[in-house]
């Protein structure tokens, strides 16, 4: 006996039925669907539908807070930066703003914005713009006698705070 010579025992399996082959099939017509209307065509789009009463996905009761979601930031710590200074991709006398960063490859895209991190070790004078700093990168940026600007808009508790 070979691979190839074996074979299941005589009526141990059945073919698959050919359904919508006509009525001598018995298959035939709505081809075991046994429906009319949408429930006959493909690509129903009714679950979840409990015939007009009020489904129960809506019945059950809504329980949290879903908050807009935050922005986007790239995010760009001190030994990157020096890196591209050392590289000589990024210049640290010149402003420094998003567009800068992205033409000298520190990061691929700006995204929301751009946010400055303190990870590294900062020994260059810089003037940075960015959306937003880490209050450790904006001491050391302000230690090592650059700047920091952030744009940023301000907070609206601190902004009720100041008008009262």
């Known amino acids: ?3 190839n010579e074996l074979s299941p025992r005589a009526g141990s399996t059945k073919g698959r039925m050919r359904i919508g082959r006509g ?6 017509k709505t081809g075991g669907r046994g429906v009319k209307g949408q429930k006959a065509r493909s690509g129903v789009a009714i679950a979840g539908f409990e015939g007009g ?6 019945r059950m009761p809504k329980r949290g807070f879903r908050h807009a979601p935050n922005a986007d930031l790239a995010e760009v710590n001190f030994w990157r930066l ?3 200074i050392a ?6 006398s ?3 703003d998003a567009a800068a960063l992205v033409t000298a490859g520190v990061i691929r895209r700006a995204k929301d914005g751009v946010k400055l991190l303190a990870k590294g070790e900062l020994k260059s004078k810089l003037e940075i713009t960015v959306y937003a700093a880490s209050q450790s ?3 050391a940026v302000e230690a090592a006698g650059g700047k920091v600007v952030q744009t940023r808009p301000a907070p609206a508790e601190a902004a009720d705070a100041s008008q009262a």
């Open 1 to 3: 006996m070979k691979l």
């Open 23 to 28: 009525p001598g099939s018995g298959k035939g």
């Open 53 to 58: 009463q009020m489904p129960l996905h809506m």
């Open 82 to 84: 020096e890196q591209a």
């Open 87 to 92: 590289a000589g991709k990024l210049d640290a």
């Open 94 to 96: 010149a402003p420094i």
């Open 137 to 139: 990168a904006v001491a």
